[in-house]
């Protein structure tokens, strides 16, 4: 469906572009959708930052996911994670390994700035994709907690499972293609290589 994360970004930028002239802020969930987000923040005449969350992974499983926490230590935890042996004591180690992360990325991607608040703007939250939604979920939440004006949730493909969880987070969720067979996200990317920490960095810079 998408030649690659730049396609994914320009198209996406098309549908949002009623938001262009409302400063709006784009905040990309790290790492995939940080160069996506910084296109859009482009050409929407926007800011543009990222929001960290972190997904919680399953047992023995670490590409599952069974919920997200965010920087505040808010956690989201599916209901189908105990049947992957998540109990709530490894919940809660997980839940600190991941915030550990959290706390070394912030310090590698914006040592020497405050994030930008949200407060009061439109606020557009950008990934490269949603498998379970627990990422966006938590980014939702934390920021809503912030008092944007509005918020959105912009991804080019989702399972429509979950764009009916995200749609209760959100003012508005713009979804280019939700299709009823999903795997995974790349397989809806031609091309869908890692994002790399020292990429994120640079495009922060400036």
């Known amino acids: 469906m998408f030649r690659d994360r730049h396609d994914a970004a320009t198209r996406l930028a098309e549908r949002l572009k009623s938001y262009r002239g409302a400063n ?3 905040l990309a969930i790290p790492r995939g959708a940080v160069l996506m987000a910084k296109l859009i923040a482009s050409k ?17 499983q670490p590409e599952l996911a069974l919920g997200s926490v965010d920087e505040s230590g808010w956690t989201f935890v599916a209901d189908y ?12 180690s997980e ?8 706390r070394r990325r912030r310090s590698q991607y914006t040592p020497v700035r405050a994030t930008i608040d949200p407060a009061g703007r439109v606020v557009i939250v950008v990934d490269d994709g949603l498998a379970t939604g627990a990422t966006m979920i938590a980014a939702l939440h934390g920021l809503r907690a912030r008092g944007p004006a509005e918020l959105i949730c912009a991804v080019p ?13 959100a003012d508005q ?3 280019l293609e939700a299709p009823g067979y999903f795997q995974s996200v790349g397989q809806f990317y031609e091309h869908f290589p890692q994002v790399q920490d020292e990429e994120v960095i640079e495009a922060l810079k400036g």
């Open 24 to 26: 709006p802020l784009i």
């Open 44 to 60: 929407l005449e926007g800011e543009f930052d990222v929001v960290l969350v972190r997904k919680l992974r399953a047992p023995h």
């Open 81 to 92: 994670a105990p049947m992957y042996g998540a109990n709530q004591s490894y919940i809660e």
């Open 95 to 102: 839940k600190l390994a991941q915030l550990q992360t959290l």
């Open 157 to 169: 493909v989702s399972p429509p499972e979950t764009l009916k969880k995200i749609e209760t987070m």
């Open 173 to 175: 969720v713009i979804c």
